[in-house]
């Protein structure tokens, strides 16, 4: 190697060591430099008490021409806080001589325990991640947390009548109500399934709600899967209910059963007796169906059923009756069948479908026929095997005759007249999976129903009272709202 290489060599290194040094020595205290957030507010949405919550993380931009030295991150709450955090590597609840190179950025990891609160209802925790510059400025995140005592069950088995209290319940490896026993689940009661977990019903349910705190059947998952996306927006986190042969005289009143692998599940049992009575309640986002029915005496009024992989309603033989619901399918999570399925044998065996009455319903969806079945001829042995009624409602499927006496009074969704399929409601966004089914203005679901069905239900889902005379089909009365306010989502 000649003296010239070596020299350039040389003169390399001194450049890169001179220029590491100069870019060390590049911090400024100019208290008018200011780092940058990816968020200015960090949020739990209800952490369970006594169980740790999943991580978060924001990133610390310094976007400035000099490199930053933060004197502190400390918690506003110091050691009483129940927030925990890791600043780029290091934990505690205060981290002093951070630094962050000009044009780059750190790490912020933040978690959180809650300690019981004692109360059925959820509460909030407050505190803020302080950064301390070494100018003196000072800039903060905020960190907020929703708590909610629960309390862990473990393969519960209900064999005698047991009133649960409100509050929030964690249940693992499912929940068994025994044949002759009943459970009550009284308002502010919520249910939060353990993956895999579901309830089996052998005695009977008694689910009673209100509209300002109704019984929440759901999973226990309150992350997220993507920023847009809880965890609790999408289907198959829990495994549902079912309705064992021995169970009747089951009533869900002022409920909200959602993304489970099915909804509820009434297997084939005595068909003299009613076997379940659901209210008010909504019923949505299943990767199966949402309520299936198998011979089995049903009534479902002032209801929403919503979103399935399968049906939103499959009924197989038996009488059931729907009042003022809504049925509408926009599951796009993958292929689905139908909101409405009606069917009178099952596995082969004869299943007379003796009543199938749809009053000031809506049954709608993104399909140009969302109602389908097979409903076969049963024989002078099985009369009135196939007996199926729509009244006073919105239907999303192929026109009848004009004298078909099956459909009364019924407003036709036909996808060359608008408004068809989504543009019946407030929102559809398939996109982030968000969905709004009260009524949009335009809604030829508008002022059809008939008063002697409405008359059963004078107040809608959301409490709103419906007129005497030329109410709304399905489970929502419009009412009017700001232009681009969505009023509910799912």
């Known amino acids: 190697m000649n003296l010239k290489i070596k020299y350039i060599l040389v ?20 208290p008018t430099l200011r780092l940058e957030f990816s968020g200015d507010t960090i949020s739990f949405d209800t952490l369970f008490t006594e169980i740790g919550s999943p991580t978060a993380s924001f990133l610390v931009f310094n976007r400035n021409g000099s490199s930053l030295r933060i004197n502190s991150v400390a918690l506003g709450g110091g050691d009483s806080s129940p927030f925990r955090v890791n600043v780029d590597g290091q934990h505690g609840n205060e981290i002093r001589d951070v630094e962050v190179r000009k044009n780059d950025s750190i790490f912020v990891f933040v978690n959180v325990s809650l300690d019981r609160n004692e109360r059925d209802i959820p509460f909030e925790v407050r505190d803020s991640l302080v950064f301390v510059m070494e ?56 249910l939060y399934f353990h993956s895999g977990a579901w309830m089996n019903v052998c005695g009977s349910l008694s689910a009673q709600g209100s509209k300002e705190r109704p019984v929440v059947f759901r999973g226990d998952r309150t992350d997220n899967m993507f920023d847009y996306l809880p965890y609790d927006r999408v289907p198959g986190q829990w495994g549902g209910i079912t309705f064992q042969p021995t169970s009747n005289g089951n ?11 099915y909804g509820l599940r009434m297997l084939s049992g005595d068909t003299t007796v009613q076997r379940l009575t659901v209210t008010n309640s909504s019923i949505c986002n299943f990767s199966g169906n949402a309520l299936e029915c198998e011979n089995a005496r049903v009534d479902v009024g002032n209801t929403l059923i919503a979103n399935a992989g399968g049906n939103c309603v499959k009924v197989v033989g038996g009488s059931v009756r729907f ?59 099985v009369p009135d095997g196939a007996n199926y009624r729509f009244v006073s409602s919105l239907l999303n499927t192929r026109p009848a005759a004009d004298d078909d006496e099956n459909f009364v009074n019924i407003v036709w969704d036909d996808k060359e007249i608008k408004p068809f399929g989504k543009e019946h409601f407030a929102l559809i966004d398939n996109s982030v999976y968000k969905y709004d089914f009260h009524l949009d203005s ?35 009365q419009y009412v009017e709202v700001e232009s681009g306010k969505v009023k509910t989502e799912m």
């Open 11 to 30: 003169s390399l290194l001194m450049s890169v060591f001179v220029v590491a040094c100069s870019d060390d020595a590049d911090f400024s205290s100019d």
């Open 135 to 190: 100018s003196g400025h000072r800039q903060w995140v905020q960190l907020v947390a929703y708590g909610q005592d629960a309390t862990v069950l473990r393969a519960p088995l209900f064999d005698s009548d047991t009133t649960l209290a409100a509050g929030a319940y964690i249940i693992h490896d499912s929940l068994t109500v025994a044949e002759g026993c009943r459970l009550t689940l009284p308002a502010g009661c919520s």
């Open 251 to 261: 009533t869900l009143d002022h409920c909200d059963l959602h993304s489970a692998n």
């Open 323 to 381: 009042v003022h619901c809504t049925i509408a399918n926009f599951y796009v999570w993958t292929q689905r069948e139908t909101a409405l399925a009606l069917h009178n044998m099952l596995e082969g065996s004869v299943a007379p479908l003796r009543e199938a009455l749809f009053a000031n319903c809506v049954i709608a969806g993104s399909k140009t026929d969302e109602i389908m079945g097979y409903l076969y001829e049963l024989g002078d042995t």
């Open 442 to 476: 335009l809604s030829s679901a508008r002022g059809i129903a008939n008063s002697e069905y409405s008359a059963l239900f004078s107040a809608d889902l959301d409490g709103v009272a419906r007129p005497a005379e030329n109410s709304d089909a399905g489970c929502f």
